[in-house]
């Protein structure tokens, strides 16, 4: 007897329910792979704060704070090197410039774009105090030259910023009113973060167009945020993501001073949370600084 074969229709019908299949299946397996990244990341700052704890711990309560003297320079330990300070708890270093990129210092969702970089100046010997200390060798970090200056420098990839009230103020963890409600670590492509450098959670090579008069942008695109919200690690040592509240405003990609069509500054626009603020030690605000 002879095989009768598909006829044209029933292969249309296969192909269709197919089609339909994976129109189904493909923003299901998006969503789990992208809640699969935030878990990491948030492990990822757990893990950071908890080991700046055991830190902490070993260092007569304080974190590494800046402000000491080395050679009649200004020594900054907590905002230059308190990656390294922490990784010496967990056993992974940032990866450097001749590594991968992935890595407990790295975000899974917003992975780095490129290399931070702490170059020497002659105000800043960022390069060789590490190399006066030993540091560089232990931390696995080897100069190289910053592309943009030209300076010495010690390059590697990460994507969290330092509470920079930590540094600044070196307070004790036990100087901390409310621990659990405080930061520690921000997402963000550079080393530390307070309430007037809110950009730090924003892309440097990105513009957006923002709510209001045509012609008006903002000068930065998100990078720390992820799915209308940033992950934050806090003193106390726990860890979640966060949804970032933009004063009423639903640019996601605002910035707290717009930049106007002609390159002028524009309107400033507070944000909520995480809250904005002035710089400065004197500024006192909850989740920022020890004491509010």
């Given at each position: 007897m002879?095989?009768?074969?598909?006829?044209?229709?029933?292969?249309?019908?296969?192909?269709?329910?197919?089609?339909?299949?994976?129109?189904?299946?493909?923003?299901?397996?998006?969503?789990?792979?992208?809640?699969?990244?935030?878990?990491?990341?948030?492990?990822?700052?757990?893990?950071?704060?908890?080991?700046g704890?055991?830190?902490?711990?070993?260092?007569?309560?304080?974190?590494?704070a800046?402000?000491?003297?080395?050679?009649?320079?200004?020594?900054?330990?907590?905002?230059?090197?308190?990656?390294?300070?922490?990784?010496?708890?967990?056993?992974?270093?940032?990866?450097?410039?001749?590594?991968?990129?992935?890595?407990?210092?790295?975000?899974?969702?917003?992975?780095?774009?490129?290399?931070?970089?702490l170059?020497?100046?002659?105000?800043?010997?960022?390069?060789?105090?590490?190399?006066?200390?030993?540091?560089h060798?232990?931390?696995?970090?080897?100069?190289?030259?910053?592309?943009?200056?030209?300076?010495w420098?010690?390059g590697?990839?990460a994507?969290?910023?330092?509470?920079?009230?930590?540094?600044?103020?070196g307070?004790?963890l036990?100087?901390?009113?409310?621990?659990?409600?405080?930061?520690?670590?921000?997402?963000?492509?550079?080393?530390?973060i307070?309430?007037?450098?809110?950009?730090?959670?924003?892309?440097?090579?990105?513009?957006?167009?923002?709510?209001?008069?045509?012609?008006?942008?903002?000068?930065?695109?998100?990078?720390?945020?992820h799915?209308g919200?940033?992950?934050?690690?806090?003193?106390?040592?726990?860890?979640?993501?966060?949804?970032?509240?933009?004063?009423?405003?639903?640019?996601?990609?605002?910035?707290?001073?717009?930049?106007?069509?002609?390159?002028?500054?524009?309107?400033t626009?507070?944000?909520?949370?995480?809250?904005?603020t002035s710089?400065g030690?004197?500024?006192?605000?909850?989740?920022?600084?020890?004491?509010?």
């Open positions: 002879k095989r009768k074969g598909f006829t044209l229709i029933e292969l249309l019908v296969v192909i269709a329910i197919i089609a339909i299949l994976a129109a189904i299946l493909f923003p299901v397996l998006s969503q789990a792979r992208s809640a699969a990244k935030q878990t990491g990341n948030i492990s990822n700052m757990k893990q950071l704060a908890l080991a704890i055991m830190y902490i711990g070993d260092n007569d309560d304080q974190f590494p800046n402000g000491g003297q080395w050679n009649g320079r200004t020594i900054n330990n907590g905002s230059w090197y308190w990656q390294f300070h922490f990784a010496e708890y967990i056993k992974q270093k940032p990866a450097n410039y001749v590594t991968k990129r992935e890595g407990i210092f790295s975000s899974p969702v917003n992975p780095p774009k490129s290399l931070q970089y170059d020497e100046s002659g105000s800043n010997p960022r390069v060789t105090f590490a190399e006066s200390q030993g540091w060798t232990s931390w696995g970090l080897t100069r190289v030259r910053n592309p943009s200056n030209n300076r420098a010690f590697y990839y994507t969290y910023a330092l509470n920079e009230h930590i540094a600044d103020e307070p004790s036990s100087a901390w009113q409310e621990p659990s409600s405080s930061f520690m670590l921000l997402e963000g492509q550079d080393s530390e307070e309430g007037d450098e809110l950009d730090e959670l924003f892309s440097r090579t990105q513009d957006c167009v923002a709510d209001g008069p045509i012609g008006a942008e903002y000068a930065r695109a998100t990078r720390g945020g799915a919200g940033t992950t934050i690690a806090y003193i106390d040592g726990h860890a979640k993501w966060r949804k970032t509240d933009w004063g009423g405003g639903t640019n996601q990609c605002a910035l707290i001073t717009r930049i106007n069509a002609d390159g002028t500054s524009g309107e626009m507070n944000i909520n949370f995480p809250p904005s710089g030690s004197s500024v006192r605000v909850k989740g920022w600084t020890p004491d509010f």
